[in-house]
């Protein structure tokens, strides 16, 4: 997480971008790349963004689907404040990814220890 925080789209899209061309070399013809390693509003934004460049540049050889996992941990900051997390996903970064239209899918993490059945509901 931290190192997604710290890290410029250009390195993302780097570091992607080798994963890539190692999917089309193998033969691969569509693949699903979420976000969800950054946990606050304007990485999972970034991290979107990076996957929807991708998409556009290699459309012509691989499908890439964009799916939004900022339900993937609880961030250090929210430790003991899931419902604030939570809130945080449904009032502020979904309705930014809707409106940059910059994922297809929604996924959470619903696990003992991460998000519960009622947190997953909401989110979803």
Request: aromatic fraction near 10%; proline fraction near 3%.
């Amino acid at each position: 997480m931290n190192a997604c925080r710290n890290a410029t789209f250009e390195q993302v899209f780097d570091v992607n971008e080798r994963n890539i061309k190692r999917f089309i070399a193998q033969g691969t013809t569509t693949l699903e790349m979420k976000s969800g390693y950054g946990l606050n509003l304007d990485t999972e934004i970034m991290l979107l963004k990076v996957i929807n460049e991708l998409k556009k540049k290699y459309k012509s050889q691989i499908e890439i689907i964009p799916t939004f996992l900022g339900a993937h941990d609880i961030p250090p900051e929210y430790k003991g404040k899931t419902n604030d997390y939570v809130n945080l996903i449904i009032d502020k970064m979904l309705p930014e990814i809707k409106k940059q239209d910059l994922a297809y899918y929604c996924d959470v993490f619903c696990e003992n220890g991460y998000f519960d059945d009622k947190q997953t509901t909401r989110i979803v």
